[in-house]
């Protein structure tokens, strides 16, 4: 079977769109809910997050060049509790994919389908999301390459027509309520969203040149945290304290947009941005859960996974996160500590255990 | 060749249907509406956030 790969270019677009792709609608609502006037010192945050992620990328590759996340567990932990850290971490993606899936279904019945039913919008995502998986990594990324030339010219326009309505004057008092406010409102941004740079050692084996994997995700963070930080001063500058009570900002910062009745509704234009960059997104998760299922079940190919984890996944949208409240408190009061635990946690834990496995066998070895 | 387990494949496809069938005849008729599935996971890593950043 011929081995699909993507070039460092396809892989940075794959990570921005990874973090831009929910996290344009939930960084901001999760910022603001702690501090307005500072929203804007919260968002490095997110870059930091990617350098924690860079980190981790950069041991693992150094560790092992050649396999995947999943595939480094077994090599560290060994075949059994090895799979047992895989059935942790695929259940960490699946649940992740969950909420995303679940993002993507509100979305939608929010902003622009009220009356069609969530199941109906679940089953089209669905549709989608396994489709892509199902074609491949490489497909995917040269089809998202065809986004940027869309985005070069959108995302400008987007960015400077509600310029026009910011007002410097919301942004102060400078510290307001000193920095603890601007620490709470950092932690989404750096172990949830930050952290989710590292579902790209999944597709180490997929990369041309997996030894810049780092690097690529260090460049990923800071166009992402630039694009996230133009949305939260630009949310805060146009609603001030109004932004607390929206729950998706940046679709009412371009709903505002109104000249000479002319050049209006660009929302529309932004849903669209918005569905394919969460179908991007959920198609990376999708791919990494189904990877690992393959290295879990040490089969050829990951496709035969693809339908059925990718329906049990947007299922499970629906299921677990019966209302947005409850998907919100998993994202602020859950996310942070599992995320933590599964990418930073496991791994040194797999690691210590390969340094005892390691002296296990050499005092065996002198000993026989 | 070698030949390869088919049990893992298997058993990942009866996992996900048994899961998509309970969970969305669950979420239709509302058969246990207290019944939080992820309420053990939002209870450790919830008060563990708590501890750890104070949210």
Not at chain 1, 41 to 51: E, H, I
Not at chain 1, 271 to 288: D, E, F, P, Q, W
Not at chain 1, 343 to 353: A, I, K, S
Request: charged content about 10%; hydrophobic content about 55%.
């Amino acid at each position: 079977m011929r081995k699909e790969l993507i070039s460092r270019y396809q892989l940075i677009l794959l990570l921005i769109w990874l973090t831009m792709g929910t996290g344009v609608l939930v960084i901001p609502s999760v910022i603001t809910e702690f501090t307005v006037t500072d929203a804007w010192m919260a968002v490095p945050s997110l870059f930091v997050g990617g350098l924690l992620s860079a980190g981790i990328a950069r041991v693992h590759v150094k560790k092992f060049p050649n396999s995947r996340a999943t595939g480094g567990f077994l090599a560290m932990a060994g075949p059994v509790i090895g799979g047992v850290f895989i059935i942790w971490y695929i259940s960490v993606v699946f649940l992740v994919g969950t909420v995303v899936a679940r993002e993507f279904t509100l979305f939608v019945t929010v902003a622009s389908l009220p009356y069609t039913s969530e199941t109906a919008v679940a089953v089209i995502g669905c549709a989608s999301v396994v489709y892509i998986a199902y074609v491949g990594i490489e497909s995917f990324a040269r089809a998202n390459e065809f986004v940027v030339p869309l985005a070069v010219v959108v995302l400008p326009l987007l960015i400077l027509l509600p310029l026009t309505l910011c007002d410097v004057h919301q942004f102060y008092p400078v510290f307001s309520s000193g920095w603890l406010p601007v620490w709470k409102a950092s932690i989404v941004s750096i172990f949830v969203y930050g952290l989710e740079f590292s579902l790209a050692i999944q597709f180490v084996p997929n990369l041309r040149s997996p030894e810049k994997l780092p690097i690529d995700i260090v460049i990923a963070a800071s166009i992402s945290t630039v694009l996230i930080l133009i949305v939260v001063i630009l949310t805060v500058g146009v609603f001030g304290y109004t932004v607390r009570y929206l729950q998706y900002p940046v679709l009412e910062l371009i709903r505002v947009v109104r000249i000479g009745r002319f050049i209006e509704r660009l929302d529309t234009i932004y849903g669209i941005a918005v569905l394919m960059t969460i179908i991007s997104k959920l198609t990376v998760i999708h791919l990494a859960m189904c990877t690992g299922i393959q290295d879990l079940c040490k089969t050829r190919d990951y496709r035969w996974a693809v339908l059925p984890t990718g329906t049990a996944m947007f299922v499970g949208g629906l299921y677990f996160y019966r209302n947005v409240a409850q998907m919100a408190y998993f994202i602020e009061h859950v996310g942070p500590s599992y995320l933590l635990f599964t990418v930073v946690g496991v791994p040194l834990l797999g690691l210590t255990l390969q340094r005892v496995r390691f002296h296990l066998k050499r005092r065996a070895r002198k000993g026989g | 060749m070698v030949k390869r387990p088919a049990w893992g494949p298997t058993l990942v496809w009866l996992v996900c249907v048994c899961f998509v069938v309970i969970a969305y005849l669950a979420l239709l008729f509302q058969w246990w509406p207290d019944f939080h599935p992820l309420y053990p996971l939002e209870l450790v890593f919830g008060t563990a956030t708590k501890w750890l950043f104070g949210l």
